[in-house]
Structures are given as structure tokens and as C-alpha cells.
């Protein structure tokens, strides 16, 4: 595929975009959403290139979050072309990680998984949107508690479109699809642990695929958080096509690798 990178960049910019508002800046953008202010996603500095004088956009950005009582915090989507700003940060207390950023695209076949009368899949309605969040806010990759606020946009928005699944009637399961144009992606794939292991997630994968399948997308795309998961995709149809490095630079609270650990 021609451009992956470009393809990519638009469609994390629009993602982000359902939740916070963007406001362009010359080394990127801000996203900004203080009635949420500690959604990581919806609370950073979105930066695309080494800035030319990086010293005036960190204190460009810690004077914009630190404004509105916000822990100030950099993604930096080319983390090896930015040592310089890396180095200064470092230099200025943030702390800093770097973390493997798989990039999978379904391969178009729906994956087969055996009947069983006890799982149902559902979409995500009024009647049972409570059970979708209950399960979510229990989910430490997805951010815990921090995760209702922004189900609740995400519920609200056309672009998505969130699943339930119940096993033996109880819900244990969610997943979504993002749509934007004609490229989507599969986020907040979660199972309550305690339901883990009976291979629920491949019923849930499978109905969204055939959702995919109908929706007719141009390309659906999976955003694995660790080789773990890389390999249950893996093993449902998602081809990894490309492994990005992503950065995050933070001025206090947890980060996103002691999030994801619980």
C-alpha cells in the first residue's frame, strides 16, 4: 500500500478528533478536551516533526495545559527523528517512553469460530448501553473509570458503532468499529477477566468483521497494544503490514505502560 504513514495519520487525526477538538500548530496540533482532562488521547501535543526550536514549543505547550490544570504531554509519532526535543524534555522533568505501535489490516476472510448457543452478539443500544460501560470501566487497558466519559461520546457519535457480547445472558464482552469514509478500524476489544481464555474474543472479532464485510470498508485496520494481542489478531484474519515506534512525554501522572499494567 502506497503511503501507508499518510493513510495512518489520518485516520489516528480523525479518531482523536470524535472526542477532542484539533487546533493546528506548525509542529502539529494540540488536542485539547478539559472536560475530560485526564484521557490521555484527548489531552496532548500531537507532534509530527522535529520542531525547529523546540525549546518555545515546550513552553508553548506546558503554558496551554498547564492553563487549563492539565498535565502537559507530547505524542511523538517519528520519536527517532526527534532526539533533539526528546533531550529537552528529558531536560525540562518530563518523563519518556517509547513503546512498539503495530499496524494490522484485515485480510477480507471472516474467521471461523464454532457455533455456540450460549454467546450472543449485540449492537450497543439505550436498553443496554449500561452494560457496555460497566464492563469497559473495568478494563485496565482501556484507562479504568476515565474510559465512561468518553464511551459516552463515542456512543453518541455516528461514526461509531460499539457490540455487546453475553455469555450464557451475561455481558462479558464489547468491541467497536470507527469508521471514517471508507477506512476503519476496531478499537476497545475487551473481555472481563474473569471470562478470559474460553475464546469469546474470536465471536466478537467475527461479528464485527461481517459488519466490516457488509459496511464494504476500503481498508479495516486493528491497532494492537501488545505483541500478546498481535498474535490473537493474528490468528483472525489481521496481517501485521507495518511496526511503528510511538513516543509519549509526560509532566506528572502515570505512564501509558503503567496504565496498561494496571
Not at 71 to 76: A, K, N, S
Amino acid at each position: 500500500m502506497n503511503n501507508i504513514k499518510s493513510v495512518l495519520e489520518e485516520q489516528s487525526i480523525a479518531y482523536k478528533m470524535t472526542f477532542s477538538p484539533k487546533i493546528e500548530r506548525p509542529w502539529g496540533y494540540f488536542f485539547c478536551h478539559p472536560e475530560n482532562p485526564t484521557h490521555y488521547d484527548a489531552n496532548h501535543a500531537h507532534v509530527l516533526v522535529q520542531p525547529e526550536q523546540p525549546e518555545q514549543v515546550i513552553d508553548e505547550v506546558v503554558g496551554f495545559f498547564q492553563e487549563k490544570g492539565i498535565i502537559p504531554r507530547f505524542y511523538l509519532y517519528d520519536p527517532a527523528n526527534c532526539q533533539e526535543l526528546i533531550e529537552r524534555l528529558q531536560a525540562h522533568g518530563f518523563g519518556y517512553e517509547e513503546f512498539a505501535h503495530p499496524v494490522q489490516l484485515w485480510n477480507g476472510k471472516v474467521t471461523a469460530v464454532a457455533s455456540d448457543p450460549a454467546i450472543v452478539v449485540e449492537p450497543v443500544t439505550e436498553a443496554n448501553y449500561q452494560d457496555a460501560v460497566d464492563i469497559e470501566v473495568q478494563i485496565k487497558e482501556l484507562g479504568g473509570s476515565i474510559r465512561e466519559k468518553a464511551f459516552e461520546q463515542e456512543f453518541r457519535d455516528p461514526n461509531f458503532e460499539h457490540f455487546l457480547l453475553r455469555y450464557n445472558g451475561v455481558p462479558v464482552s464489547t468491541a467497536c468499529i470507527f469508521a471514517n469514509g471508507d477506512q476503519a478500524q476496531m478499537e476497545s476489544v475487551a473481555t472481563l477477566e474473569a471470562y478470559r481464555g474460553k475464546g469469546l474474543i474470536g465471536h466478537v472479532i467475527r461479528h464485527i468483521q461481517e459488519v466490516a464485510r457488509e459496511r464494504n470498508y476500503r481498508h479495516f485496520w486493528v491497532f494492537p497494544i501488545s505483541e500478546q494481542v498481535e498474535r490473537v489478531y493474528q490468528r483472525h484474519g489481521f496481517d501485521t503490514i507495518e511496526q511503528l515506534t510511538m513516543g509519549h512525554a509526560f509532566l506528572g501522572g502515570k505512564s501509558i505502560l503503567e496504565i496498561r499494567e494496571g
